[in-house]
């Protein structure tokens, strides 16, 4: 029995052979919960649609292609407009350098239109602005933008850099996005 729970607070009787006891009705009683019933965060890769996970995950046609990188960066081409945590990046990376692949993910994207904000004041800012989730810390979320067609373009968009940029829609051609610091 572990010396830190009470004997009362727990039911006599083992049914495995490692005689591991469970709590009785007055240990359960006896819980005083930091955080009870609180909702999770979502596990982004397991919530993938097949097809995109297949993508995300797809091995490089070329052979000396970075494959952690590369995931990465299908990640943020593909999942855009939602929360991604630490742990989702460390699942698709396979590497222990996740933080790193998403800095060169925030580079290597950005020629194709493509923001990754993170928890920065800045960041958030423009997230915010463009009808985002801001991202929390050990969270970052991507979306590929457009410059602001002002007389046509009456949606949210943020200021970056001195620029008005929008969501792009499905039609816009890619163009290099700005860098958010």
């Given amino acids: 029995m572990r010396r830190d ?3 009362e607070h727990l039911n006599n ?4 052979r490692d005689a591991e006891k469970t709590l009785s009705a007055a240990g359960e009683a006896a819980i005083h919960w930091l955080v ?3 909702a999770l965060p979502e596990n982004t ?3 993938l649609d097949p097809a995109t996970l297949s993508q995300v995950l797809a091995p490089a046609e070329d052979a000396s292609a970075r494959h952690s990188q590369r995931r990465i960066n299908n990640l943020f081409r593909l999942v855009q407009g939602r929360l991604i945590d630490r742990g989702a990046v460390s ?3 396979m590497a222990h350098d996740s933080a790193k692949r998403v800095r060169q993910a925030r580079e290597d994207l950005l020629a194709e239109g ?3 904000l993170g928890p920065y004041e800045n960041q958030r800012r423009v997230a915010a602005a463009l009808g985002l989730p801001q991202p929390e810390p050990g969270q970052c979320i991507s979306i590929r933008v457009a410059r602001r067609r002002p007389i046509e373009d009456e949606g949210p968009f943020a200021e ?5 940029w929008r969501v792009a829609e499905s039609d816009d051609p890619a163009e290099a996005a700005p860098a958010v610091r």
Avoid at 13 to 16: A, C, D, K, P, V
């Fill in 91 to 93: 699942a698709v990376a």
């Fill in 160 to 164: 970056i850099n001195g620029e008005q």
């Fill in 114 to 116: 493509i923001l990754i």
């Fill in 13 to 16: 009787r083992t049914s495995n």
């Fill in 5 to 7: 729970v009470a004997a």
């Fill in 36 to 38: 009870k019933d609180a």
């Fill in 45 to 47: 890769v397991l919530h």
